[in-house]
């Protein structure tokens, strides 16, 4: 629109104005500081002193120890210890760079993730990098969180029942807000610390301790989480990145009821579709007599009216049951034959790895995981939609929905009653985009039947982060890697040289359910201890 002639006396004095100011400006120059303040100092890059690993030496591992902020808001402020690991590359004339192995929980120790995980790496992986994993702020060797002790965490779960009662879900608040409140008056110095933004912070203060331009990093499960933070606030650190058994990191943080109904649902279903294949060969199964569903509420019941007495002392009920099933069920079809038979064992009140009630191992695993949790996750702080969303959950997973919805405070799932009444700070959640732009490609692996991490959340975060690309696993179980030499040819392959697999590849080889003579490595699943599994 052209000028009208009364606009021009106007847009001369602001022309005027502004030649003004710019003279001034030239000259009495910048305003104070505006033009020379420096950017503030990031904190110092610790400093690795390696040596012999005091708990197993001799395996060739080293061990350090790296200080980092316990607030990445104050750089320079009070630090803590990060137990640190280290395998060098067999191969040093070829030597790539380093492998951050990162386990799942959260709640499991890096350092032995690490360890444990090293002997059933590819030969070109432990050839061409150094092997390296660290305890996360607040786990193990780390610091370890403590809101609720052993014989107060004992209480809570021997009291639990696997078809609970009237008042079940106001007891389940009372004990979640009784486990904020320990947190807050017994680790109030670090549980505001824990979250995930912090932690992908200290992971590139290791890169840069261990003279890493770049990081190739494995992360499984929760540990996917963390990569994606990491590359989300790091995104020219990443050389590599296999993400396995995807978080979607949008819904996880800030849509936690949602990202709750949909892990209850496939943890439901997952149980379902092996109390299924029990119905249709009751002989390899061995348990139910044809009505497996009906058989596991039965047995439900009569453990928590009559419980089994551990030699612990310590009793194993419905709840018990309910618990370990959550844990071994991420194992896919391998071990159905196995969990028939401890089914069944349960059932004529014999030994069964399905009545080992947590453990002290079990509680400091558990802790963490509610502490970080908490801290990366914001629910609405509403208590009537608390008690109402998760009876709602609880009643759509009828299978475990109950006993782990209405349960004490433990893993994943039942975190609501917790988290929505979280007394803490959370200055070290992230809250920044996922889409990890100018990001190297990240490989996200998905199973279709994941009862921990629905299939769903890897196909989100590889639509997420700006060069994702998925790569499916037509399984049952939680995770995919070394589970399929189909999946770890591929992800090794893109690891060592960078070849992504063709977009849209479906690897369809999982492990059929093995006969209940031959054991299997995965049986006797415990939430303590994570590693890559051997590769059949």
Not at 224 to 238: D, K, N
Not at 368 to 385: F, I
Request: proline share 9%.
């Amino acid at each position: 629109m052209q000028n009208r002639p009364a606009d021009q006396p106007r847009k001369r004095a602001v022309w005027g104005i502004s030649l003004a100011l710019i003279a001034v400006t030239a000259l009495l120059g910048a305003a104070p500081g505006a033009a020379t303040a420096a950017p503030p100092a990031g904190p110092p890059v610790p400093t690795l002193t390696w040596g012999p690993c005091a708990d197993r030496p001799g395996d060739g591992f080293e061990c350090a120890t790296a200080r980092v902020p316990l607030d990445h808001r104050d750089p320079a402020g009070r630090t803590i210890p990060l137990a640190v690991t280290r395998k060098p590359a067999a191969d040093r004339a070829h030597r790539t760079g380093v492998l951050l192995l990162h386990p799942g929980g959260p709640g499991n120790s890096g350092v032995d993730f690490a360890r444990n995980s090293y002997d059933n790496l590819p030969a070109s992986l432990r050839d061409a990098f150094d092997v390296v994993g660290y305890d996360m702020r607040g786990v193990g060797r780390s610091g370890q969180v403590e809101c609720w002790n052993d014989k107060e965490y004992s209480a809570a779960v021997d009291a639990a029942r696997g078809v609970p009662g009237p008042g079940a879900v106001r007891d389940a608040i009372r004990q979640g807000l009784d486990f904020a409140t320990a947190c807050r008056e017994r680790a109030a110095d670090l549980v505001p610390y824990v979250g995930t933004g912090s932690n992908a912070k200290d992971i590139d203060l290791l890169r840069q301790a261990l003279g890493e331009r770049t990081l190739t990093f494995y992360g499984r499960s929760f540990g996917s989480y963390v990569g994606t933070v990491y590359a989300a606030q790091f995104p020219r650190r990443v050389r590599a990145m296999v993400l396995d058994g995807a978080y979607d990191p949008r819904s996880y943080a800030d849509v936690p009821y949602a990202y709750d109904a949909a892990q209850f649902a496939a943890l439901d279903a997952a149980v379902g579709r092996f109390l299924d294949w029990c119905e249709r060969d009751a002989v390899a199964c061995g348990f139910g007599d044809g009505r497996p569903r009906e058989a596991f509420e039965e047995l439900k019941r009569a453990l928590d009216a009559y419980p089994v007495i551990t030699p612990s002392g310590r009793p194993a009920t419905g709840y018990t049951l309910a618990y370990r099933l959550m844990f071994n069920i991420n194992a896919g079809k391998e071990i159905w034959p196995h969990l028939g038979q401890a089914l069944r064992a349960a059932q004529a009140r014999q030994a069964s790895f399905l009545l080992n009630p947590p453990s002290p191992g079990s509680f400091d695993f558990l802790n963490v995981n509610l502490a970080v949790e908490c801290a990366d996750r914001v629910y609405p702080a509403s208590p009537l939609l608390l008690g109402a969303l998760v009876s709602a959950e609880a009643a759509a997973a009828p299978l475990l929905g109950p006993p782990i919805g209405f349960g004490p405070p433990t893993y994943d799932h039942n975190h609501a009653t917790t988290c929505a009444q979280w007394q803490a700070e959370r200055p070290s959640r992230f809250e920044g985009s996922y889409r990890a732009a100018g990001s190297a490609p990240i490989l996200v692996l998905g199973t279709t039947g994941d009862p921990d991490t629905p299939y769903q959340d890897a196909v989100t975060l590889s639509r997420t982060l700006e060069n994702g690309r998925l790569l499916t696993f037509d399984a049952e179980g939680h995770t995919a890697y070394n589970r399929s030499a189909c999946v770890s040819t591929l992800a090794t392959r893109y690891l060592a040289t960078l070849a992504l697999p063709a977009r849209g590849t479906v690897c369809a080889d999982e492990t059929p359910p093995e006969a209940p003579g031959r054991r299997t490595a995965a049986i006797e699943a415990d939430e303590t201890r994570d590693v890559i599994p051997a590769l059949h």
